[in-house]
C-alpha cells in the first residue's frame, strides 16, 4: 500500500476560523464563564451513569418479568447512546471540565461501555474533525460496500434500495463496532487508509482489559444469571436500539441533502476551503431548538458549533450558535439547519436515495 497522505487546508490572510474564535471568546469574557461544562452537565452525567448502572443490575440479578424486562433493555441501550454523547465525548474533547482528571474520568466512560477509547480519540478526534466528509479519510462515511455515503463512491446496483435497508445496517453498528471494528483497527494498525499512532504498552493493556470486561459484564454474567436465550434477546434489543439511535444522530450531522464532499485537488492535494469554511460546509444542525433532542443528544445536533469549537462544551452550544450564524450571514455562508428531527431525518433519507440511484 503506497503511503498515505493528507489532504491539506489552504492557507489564507482573513481566516474565518480566526473570526470565529475571536467572537466567541469575546462571549465568554463578557459572561465570565468557563468554555468547558457546569452543575448541570455534571449533574446529568452522573445521572446517566447511575441510571445505567442500576438498570443493569435491575435487569441481570433481579430478573423483572418478559415485558418490562424488554423495556429496561431499550432503555439500557438508550443510556448507552446518551453516555456516549453527553459523558464521553465531551470527555474526550477536553470540553467536560477544566480539569483534566474529570476529562480523563469521563472519557474512560467508553471503555465502560465496550468500546477502545485509543481507537476512538484517532478516528473522531483527529481524523474525522479534521477532513470532514473527504472521501478516503473520514472513516465515518466509509460505512461499508452496502452504502454509498458520498458522490465519489462507488455506486452498486444494491444502494439503490440503501435508502429502505439502511435502518436495519444502523442497528448493527454498536455490536458491529465492539466486536469486529475496534479489533480490525487494533490489528491492521490503521484507520481507513490512515496509520494508526503507535500504541504505548498501556495502550495495549487497555485494549484487552476492556474487551474482556465488556465480555463479562455484558455476555458471561448475564448468561449465568437469566440463560441463555433471554440474554441473547436482551442484548440485541439493548445494543440494536443503542446502535441506531448512535448511527443515525452522527450521520444527520453530515450526509443530508445540503452537506458537501470536498475533493483535494490533484496536483497542489489541498481542499477547496479554509478549516472554518470546510467544516460548516460538510455540517448540518437539526432540530436546535427542541430542549429534549438537546439535552439527550449532548448537543450533537448543534454539529456545526461542535465542529468549529471542539474544546468548548456543548452545554454553551445554544447561545455561540447565535455568533456563528451571524458570521456566516457576513461571510455569505450557508448555515444548515433543520428545524425538526423529523425533517433532518427526510434530508438523510433523500441524500441517501440519491447516492443510490445517481452517480
Known sequence: MAEFVSPKFPTVKNSLHTELRKRVQEYFDQKGIAATGNISLFTKAILLVASFIAVYIHLVFFTPARFIALAECLVLGGLIAAIGFNVMHDGSHGSFSKDKWKNKLAAASLSMLGANHFLWNMKHNMIHHSFTNVDGVDDDIEVGVLMRMAPTQKRLKAHKFQHFYFWFLYMLLYVFWI??????????????????????????IEFWVTKVY??????????????????????????????????????????????????????????????????????????????????????????????????????????????????????????????????????????????????
Open 179 to 204: 466486536f469486529f471494528t475496534d479489533y480490525k483497527k487494533y490489528f491492521l494498525k490503521r484507520i481507513g487508509d490512515v496509520p494508526l499512532k503507535k500504541m504505548a504498552t498501556k495502550d495495549h
Open 214 to 359: 465488556h465480555a463479562a459484564v455484558f455476555i458471561v454474567i448475564p448468561i449465568i444469571f437469566v440463560g441463555w436465550a433471554a440474554w441473547l434477546v436482551g442484548f440485541l434489543v439493548a445494543t440494536m436500539f443503542s446502535g441506531f439511535v448512535l448511527s443515525i444522530v452522527f450521520q444527520l450531522a453530515h450526509t443530508v441533502e445540503h452537506t458537501e464532499f470536498p475533493v483535494a485537488n490533484m496536483d497542489s492535494n489541498k481542499l477547496p476551503d479554509e478549516f472554518a469554511a470546510h467544516q460548516i460546509k460538510t455540517t448540518a444542525n437539526f432540530a436546535t431548538k427542541n430542549k429534549l433532542v438537546s439535552w439527550l443528544v449532548g448537543g450533537l445536533n448543534f454539529q456545526i458549533e461542535h465542529h468549529l469549537f471542539p474544546k468548548i462544551s456543548h452545554v454553551h452550544y445554544p447561545a455561540i450558535s447565535e455568533i456563528v450564524k451571524a458570521v456566516c450571514r457576513e461571510y455569505q455562508l450557508q448555515y444548515i439547519e433543520y428545524p425538526t428531527m423529523r425533517r433532518a431525518v427526510v434530508a438523510h433519507v433523500r441524500f441517501l436515495r440519491q447516492m443510490g440511484r445517481y452517480d
